[in-house]
């Protein structure tokens, strides 16, 4: 055991009358919502990077945090898997998720990188063996290193491509061996900063080969875990090519991959996209592509992807409620990708920003559940749209009718629609009542 938390103790659900910091007040994992235990409908995950290995800089700054494993190369990592493992237990959240170069130093070569990267993956496959924690997914880093200025599988230099290729192979693999659940795939660098030099058209092509590569090699070592993207529309890049869920899904239907990929979706992203959280699960979920959470917010006077934990219940309430109409986020789960703020140097207030992430998610999800067992939001939806079900509504979805039919009936039976209330501000207060 490291000293890193020292003095600190597991965090407990205590309900809401309770006074200490340290506990949780809404989020108590055994508690059945809509006949399931909580902890099993969020499936939470710690985000390694942003916990671990995040040193508290922004645009305008560097490092504030003094973490004791920084700087000290593989020794240094071994260090911090111990605090790892010593916080998963302390925040007593089942799920971790990792990029390969949050775990592990990279090296001066590949091979010296994936050596480095299997001797803390025994490390941790020992720890997950010990403590009984489990990885929701891992990815590699394709953005930082200067190599992926130009993007990874959408080099312009196919050796920046290969090398990629065979850094995700490595991931990929560790992942399976660890039995994770999903493997992701974020292009923070697969896009542009200026079309005078880019063809688009070249680097999609590209990107669909490097994603029917993971594909393909996840399927011959038995990888059994979902394959997903995660959208995002700008920053770092200036346009990125997963800007949104509906891109993306555009996207995999052009190349033949919607059956074999899914979203990853994250509260930050979708704001920068120009949407709202919900927009984007209610988008996802009606296609099929609804796969895994990152959980998060922005700061809205911030212009950039400022990673706050969620702290809005009601926002929170509008997502489960697709999550929990499509039956649950299956090997999906809610991954906090989610940092402390850069004066936030204190071990403890690693835990406060957990607890509070997880407190919110524990409203949402109880007024999402009391919502949808209430019925009425429900109906009101079916009502509105109760015209499709039957006659001239059935007829036209049913393919019955052609344009010059449809025009013809509208002037044989004189219909002449007149609006209907969309009801907002009752719908607004519906939703209210339960979070």
Not at 240 to 254: I, R
């Amino acid at each position: 055991m490291s000293d890193f938390f020292k003095g600190l103790e597991q965090v407990k659900f205590e309900g809401t009358s309770s006074k200490n910091a340290l506990a949780y007040r809404h989020y108590n994992k055994d508690e059945l919502v809509a006949g399931k235990r909580m902890e099993d409908h969020i499936r939470p995950a710690i985000a390694y990077w942003h916990t671990l290995a995040q040193e508290g800089g922004d645009p305008f700054g560097g490092r504030t945090f003094d973490r004791p494993w920084f700087d000290k190369g593989l020794e240094g990592a071994k260090l911090k898997a111990e605090v790892a493992f010593e916080f998963f237990n302390l925040i007593d959240v089942p799920f971790f998720a990792f990029h390969d170069v949050d775990v592990a130093p990279e090296g001066e070569t590949l091979a010296e990188s994936n050596k480095n990267l299997r001797v803390i993956g025994d490390i941790i496959a020992q720890k997950m063996q010990e403590t009984g924690k489990k990885l929701l997914w891992g990815t590699a880093n394709l953005f930082s290193n200067r190599r992926y200025m130009a993007g990874a599988a959408t080099n312009p230099d196919p050796a920046v491509f290969a090398y990629a290729a065979g850094q995700v192979k490595t991931v990929l693999e560790l992942t399976h061996e660890l039995g994770g659940e999903n493997y992701v795939l974020w292009g923070g660098r697969e896009g542009y900063e200026t079309l005078l030099n880019t063809k688009i058209g070249q680097e999609q092509d590209q990107m669909a080969r490097f994603l029917t590569l993971v594909i393909e090699h996840a399927e011959k070592i038995g990888f059994t875990g979902q394959i997903l993207i995660e959208p995002k529309p700008q920053e770092p890049s200036k346009h990125q090519y997963d800007f949104d869920v509906a891109t993306v899904y555009g996207f995999l239907q052009k190349y033949g991959l919607e059956k074999k990929v899914k979203c990853n979706i994250e509260v930050g992203h979708a704001f920068l996209a120009g949407h709202s959280f919900e927009h984007e699960l209610a988008v996802a979920s009606s296609l099929g592509q609804l796969g895994s959470v990152d959980a998060n917010r922005n700061d809205l006077q911030s212009g950039w992807d400022t990673d706050h934990f969620p702290n809005n219940a009601g926002e929170m309430a509008l997502a489960f409620y697709y999550i929990l109409k499509q039956g649950g986020l299956g090997k999906g789960g809610f991954n906090f990708d989610a940092k402390v703020r850069r004066q936030s140097l204190d071990p403890a207030d690693l835990l406060h920003g957990h607890i509070l992430g997880l407190d919110t998610l524990a409203r949402g999800l109880k007024g999402a559940a009391a919502l949808i067992e209430d019925g009425e939001f429900d109906k009101l939806l079916d009502d509105r749209y109760d015209g499709w079900n039957s006659g001239i509504g059935a007829d036209i979805l049913g393919g019955k009718l052609s344009l010059a039919d449809i025009a013809a009936k509208v002037e044989a039976d004189n219909i002449n629609p007149q609006p209907k209330s969309g009801r907002q501000e009752y719908l607004e207060n519906l939703v209210n009542r339960y979070v």
